[in-house]
């Protein structure tokens, strides 16, 4: 099915450093979520948006939900070396599907 | 709640063989969804569910797979017969309106 475009594919990054990471696309969605999902696991959710504009933080994450709602970033403040694993943005359209992104992996050097 | 449980966690089978994933979805959701994950393709879609009437089965790969929900607490998908290129990681995810949640995925190997 459809992907979204996320930036950037890695990331190498020293601990206490910020993280950015952006998903786009060239359709309207209704929601964003953002997942992280370490070797082993499945996806978990981090974060939801629902409204263009949106900005919500959950710890030291920060995302939000871009005005013409073909976009949403993902910030970690801080970083961690727990915090390493790949990151995904999904959008929803009406009618319930869900769109994934290729996934950005972040390797936090300590 | 327990979250999505799948099983088996690990799979291992043989070409030709029919391999039997499970999934129960969270208590109360309305919709399920399978997916499959590999390095090349990332997260594909193959189906979706909701509230036990499958809505978009354009991802599933051919007709040797083939999924089921029977009721709102089980799902399976089904591969018969096996091939080696369908090893990968086969995640079920449910989902109330707006938030999908994720099991921990069944790794298929196929040999």
């Known amino acids: 099915g459809q992907q979204l475009n996320q930036s950037p594919q890695s990331m190498f990054i020293q601990e206490g450093e910020d993280v950015s990471m952006n998903c786009t696309s060239s359709?309207?969605?209704?929601?964003w979520l953002w997942y992280k999902q370490e070797p082993g696991e499945g996806p978990v959710l981090l974060i939801a948006?629902?409204?263009?504009?949106e900005l919500t933080s959950n710890g030291r994450l920060t995302a939000q939900f871009g005005i013409t709602r073909k976009d949403s970033f993902l910030n970690i403040s801080a970083s961690i070396p727990s915090d390493v694993g790949i990151y995904f943005c999904?959008?929803?359209?009406?009618?319930?599907?869900?769109?994934f992104g290729t996934g950005t992996s972040l390797t936090v050097i300590p | 709640d327990a979250g999505v449980i799948q099983s088996p966690r690990h799979e291992v089978t043989e070409m030709g063989q029919e391999v039997t994933l499970r999934c129960k979805p969270i208590?109360?959701?309305?919709?399920l969804f399978w997916y499959r994950q590999t390095m090349m393709r990332g997260l594909e879609l193959l189906i979706y569910?909701?509230?036990?009437?499958?809505?978009?089965d354009s991802g599933m790969p051919e007709d040797r797979f083939s999924a089921k929900m029977p009721n709102a607490s089980f799902s399976t998908l089904k591969i018969q017969p096996s091939e080696p290129r369908d090893s990968a990681v086969y995640f079920c995810?449910?989902?109330?309106?707006?938030?999908?949640?994720f099991g921990p995925g069944t790794r298929l190997t196929v040999l």
């Open positions: 999904a959008g929803q359209k009406i009618g319930n599907q869900f769109y």
């Open positions: 948006l629902y409204k263009a504009g």
């Open positions: 995810a449910s989902t109330d309106y707006n938030e999908q949640f």
């Open positions: 359709s309207i969605f209704n929601t």
């Open positions: 208590s109360g959701h309305n919709s």
């Open positions: 569910f909701n509230n036990n009437v499958p809505i978009d």
